[in-house]
């Protein structure tokens, strides 16, 4: 009899071991490292689609399945509340690099944003200000006020539950690098170095960057630069060679009905050349600015390659030009104070980058003119064009003439 009793308490000694090892799934460690890959990439898409794309910025509308679902995969996973970072992100659009951003890094530091991005979220979310002002138009159902927003630890609380449930031990760090894993990618990486290292497509007027052309690991919020040029728009990536990984999840909802659309960023069309630039063309240019100002420095850069060019076959001292052209096509305020001199000295030295800079700002002045009148600026982009082709200039030239073939 004490035999049997104390045979079956070490079957279920072992079984507790086992199931503390491997869990129900008795899946092997590279295994839960694949599903917990796929899981905390269900929560950045449930991010990006969810709070960022629909919520945030309206850019596309969710199926009623579709929208719960990533709200009670948020509440799981994140325990964060749809009206909080919504609020938060807009506020950060509203002030964004300027005192009242919650989490700009050239407010608060680097440091701060990257390694407390979190907490800087959690102080704003105690804002009341904050929510009242942005938080307008998301959930106020039932389930948001008595779970969602009520109980947002349960909802964590019970992944780990889940998690363990699944594979034992193992199953605490599944659940750690999940909880970890959006104040890392979106407090850290988007809101720290999204502004502060990366490349930029255009001149927004914040410190946008974007921090990888291919944005997988983080739902296509590495394109964090598209997205501050384009906020409203529900694709993040503009150039051929850059991927949004969230932006194929869409369209393939979109294709089963679970997603509807509203804006993508808009794409300048091209027609025959026009004799003279008119209001259609002045409309074309305002609405895609930003690509325009992106050509403009595309041919900026060119012209800067054929100065460096000549002046080596004249055996001229190229150093400081090459110093400085990473930043003449940039807008005034984003050139560092220590760049100014050198953007001097080369202005004063290169005619010709001197008359394309000048003409930049002219170009710019159309469409942050407050007080000129739709006529007035449609002659004024005339005779932008005609002093472009009078130039002498071959970039400027071709620029003007590409933009007379420009319509809306």
């Known amino acids: 009899m004490f035999s049997s009793d104390s045979g079956t308490l070490t079957q279920l000694w072992d079984g507790l071991i086992q199931f503390l090892a491997q869990g129900l799934t008795g899946a092997a460690w590279w295994q839960v490292l694949l599903v917990a890959l796929v899981l905390t990439h269900i929560t950045i898409a449930s991010v990006t689609i969810y709070l960022h794309r629909h919520s945030a910025h309206r850019s596309l509308d969710l199926h009623p399945i579709a929208s719960h679902f990533f709200r009670f995969w948020l509440w799981m996973t994140t325990g964060m509340v749809t009206k909080e970072w919504t609020a938060i992100h807009r506020k950060h659009h509203a002030k964004c690099e300027h005192e009242g951003d919650p989490h700009s890094p050239h407010i608060f530091g680097i440091k701060k944003v990257f390694y407390e991005g979190a907490e800087l979220y959690r102080a704003e979310a105690k804002n009341a200000e904050t929510m009242e002002r942005y938080g307008h138009n998301t959930p106020n159902d039932w389930i948001e006020k008595h779970l ?109 009905g ?33 690509e325009v100002m992106a050509g403009y420095a595309r041919e900026m850069r060119a012209a800067c390659k ?91 030239r071709d620029f003007s003439i590409r933009l007379r073939s420009a319509h809306a």
């Open 306 to 396: 054929q100065e460096l060019q000549a002046l080596k076959q004249r055996r001229g001292d190229a150093t400081v030009l090459q110093a400085a052209r990473r930043w003449l096509h940039r807008d005034d305020d984003k050139v560092p104070a220590n760049v100014k001199a050198q953007l001097a000295q080369v202005r004063a030295e290169h005619p010709v980058l001197d008359k394309m800079v000048t003409m930049r700002e002219e170009l710019r002045a159309l469409w942050s003119s407050t007080n000129a009148t739709r006529e007035q600026l449609a002659v004024d982009l005339q005779a932008w064009c005609r002093r472009a082709e009078e130039s002498g200039i071959a970039a400027l």
């Open 258 to 290: 679970l997603a509807s659309v509203k804006k993508v960023p808009p794409k300048m069309a091209y027609g025959a050349v026009r004799p003279v630039a008119d209001e259609k063309t002045l409309e074309a240019i305002i609405a895609n600015r930003y």
């Open 148 to 256: 969602y927003t009520g109980h947002s630890r349960l909802g964590v609380s019970l992944m780990l539950i889940i998690d363990v449930a699944l594979f034992g031990v193992l199953g605490v760090a599944v659940w750690a690098l999940q909880m970890a894993w959006i104040p890392i990618t979106a407090a850290g990486v988007i809101n720290g170095i999204g502004h502060w290292w990366g490349y930029r497509n255009f001149e927004a007027t914040d410190a946008s960057t974007n921090v990888s052309p291919w944005g997988i690991l983080i739902g296509g919020e590495e394109l964090h630069n598209n997205h501050h040029t384009y906020p409203t728009s529900a694709k993040l990536s503009v150039k051929p060679y850059e991927f949004d990984i969230g932006w194929m999840y869409i369209t393939m909802m979109k294709s089963v």
